[in-house]
């Protein structure tokens, strides 16, 4: 007969290799680890999208809404345009989240209203948008369209800006229209000072030739007007070119001048003195400004107001990416928040 203590060391024998046969066999390759890990991470980003981030009363907008509010409206910041961008940092992110809450909000209230879109407004709407056309999601293009002409009808419908409001403005902010000395300046603008005395040497005896040797002899981007540059204020250009330039007469050629860019040779067509600009003048400006506070606070009071009206909760901690508030600071609350901090965090 076997002695027992045999018998037991054999079978410890069989049960071990048994166990090792089986660990060899279940052990993942590196292959089946990346495929794991894939599908570990789909699993987490599904799971992610269909976390609840904005409740309007019994509407319900989750992070995978936020990301198609993205796709429409800033596309080179979802990367749905397909162009490399940056990664957008969570300030960046955390203003456009803001931006939904505040489209959502506007969009729960036009609801409630018939505001027909027809084919002609969709065509026009889609025509402007930076994305592909077979990538649009015409369910968020109505949205956007409807949330525009409720704004429009209804709350931007009889802001205006007076003649009296107009003129109240230009007599209280008289310096913002108050022009310094200008020139038309035209360039030549070399790489060496070899090439800059030989140019400047050949308009000694023919000034005329200015804009010629512009085209044929200049690196500046404005070469092919033959060296216009334009009109500058006084102010505006590095010292040590303001001091020549301001110096010049009309028609006269400069000596070369030195800069970080190479070198330089300058001549001015026209000078105007410092002046005020009339009212006539600048009105479109001013109403321009007068109409863009007028809108943004239109905007500001009717978001305070629905804010006021509706249940509007934010579950900050459930979104896929770290909210910071308009300081940069992260928020660090534990528990659904019930807030108008997205809304108030409005530009118009």
Same mark, same amino acid.
């Given at each position: 007969?076997?002695?027992?203590?045999?018998?037991?060391?054999?079978?410890?024998?069989?049960?071990?290799?048994?166990?090792?046969?089986?660990?060899?066999?279940? /052990?993942?390759?590196?292959?089946?680890?990346?495929?794991?890990?894939?599908?570990?991470?789909?699993?987490?980003?599904?799971?992610?999208?269909?976390?609840?981030?904005?409740?309007?009363?019994? /509407? /319900?907008?989750?992070?995978?809404?936020?990301?198609?509010?993205?796709?429409?409206?800033?596309?080179? *910041?979802?990367? !749905?345009?397909?162009?490399? &961008?940056?990664?957008? !940092?969570?300030?960046?992110? &955390?203003?456009?989240?803001?931006?939904?809450?505040?489209?959502?909000?506007?969009?729960?209230?036009?609801?409630?209203?018939?505001?027909?879109?027809?084919?002609?407004?969709?065509?026009?709407?889609?025509?402007?948008?930076?994305? &592909?056309?077979?990538?649009?999601?015409?369910?968020?293009?109505?949205?956007?369209?409807?949330?525009?002409?409720?704004?429009?009808?209804?709350?931007?419908? !009889?802001?205006?800006?007076?003649?009296?409001?107009?003129?109240?403005?230009?007599?209280?902010?008289?310096?913002?229209?108050?022009?310094?000395?200008?020139?038309?300046?035209?360039?030549?603008?070399?790489?060496?000072?070899?090439?800059?005395?030989?140019?400047?040497? *050949?308009?000694?005896?023919?000034?005329?030739?200015?804009?010629?040797?512009?085209? /044929?002899? !200049?690196?500046?981007?404005?070469?092919?007007?033959?060296?216009?540059?334009?009109?500058?204020?006084?102010?505006?250009?590095?010292?040590?070119?303001?001091?020549?330039?301001?110096?010049?007469?009309?028609?006269?050629? &400069?000596?070369?001048?030195?800069?970080?860019?190479?070198?330089?040779?300058?001549?001015?067509?026209?000078?105007?003195?410092?002046?005020?600009?009339?009212?006539?003048?600048?009105?479109?400006?001013?109403?321009? *400004?007068?109409?863009?506070?007028?809108?943004?606070?239109?905007?500001?009071?009717?978001?305070?107001?629905?804010?006021?009206?509706?249940?509007?909760?934010?579950?900050?901690?459930?979104?896929?990416?770290?909210?910071?508030? *308009?300081?940069?600071?992260?928020?660090?609350?534990?528990?659904?928040?019930?807030?108008?901090?997205?809304?108030?965090?409005?530009?118009?």
């Amino acid at each position: 007969m076997v002695p027992v203590m045999k018998i037991k060391v054999i079978a410890l024998i069989l049960v071990l290799s048994v166990v090792l046969v089986c660990f060899h066999c279940r /052990k993942d390759t590196p292959a089946d680890t990346a495929a794991q890990k894939k599908e570990a991470e789909a699993a987490a980003r599904e799971a992610s999208g269909k976390k609840i981030v904005l409740k309007i009363n019994e /509407k /319900k907008f989750s992070n995978s809404d936020f990301k198609n509010f993205l796709e429409l409206q800033y596309p080179d *910041i979802s990367n !749905s345009s397909g162009n490399p &961008s940056p990664k957008p !940092s969570e300030l960046l992110i &955390s203003r456009l989240f803001d931006s939904f809450v505040q489209h959502k909000t506007v969009l729960y209230i036009a609801d409630q209203y018939d505001i027909p879109i027809d084919e002609t407004e969709l065509q026009e709407y889609i025509g402007k948008l930076n994305v &592909s056309k077979d990538s649009i999601d015409m369910a968020s293009v109505i949205e956007a369209i409807k949330v525009r002409k409720y704004l429009y009808a209804s709350v931007y419908d !009889s802001i205006d800006v007076s003649e009296k409001e107009i003129r109240a403005y230009y007599n209280k902010h008289l310096e913002e229209f108050r022009k310094k000395p200008e020139v038309l300046l035209y360039q030549i603008l070399l790489k060496d000072k070899e090439t800059a005395l030989r140019v400047r040497g *050949i308009l000694d005896n023919n000034p005329q030739r200015f804009e010629e040797l512009a085209k /044929k002899e !200049s690196i500046s981007m404005e070469a092919k007007q033959g060296g216009r540059m334009g009109f500058f204020e006084e102010g505006t250009l590095p010292k040590d070119m303001e001091q020549v330039v301001f110096s010049l007469s009309t028609h006269t050629i &400069s000596p070369v001048v030195e800069s970080a860019y190479g070198f330089h040779i300058f001549k001015i067509t026209e000078k105007k003195r410092g002046r005020l600009l009339y009212l006539e003048k600048v009105k479109p400006e001013i109403k321009r *400004i007068l109409m863009s506070e007028k809108l943004r606070l239109a905007y500001q009071d009717f978001l305070a107001s629905a804010a006021r009206d509706l249940a509007i909760t934010i579950k900050y901690n459930d979104l896929y990416f770290d909210y910071k508030n *308009i300081e940069g600071d992260t928020r660090d609350e534990n528990k659904e928040t019930i807030s108008t901090d997205s809304l108030n965090n409005s530009s118009g």
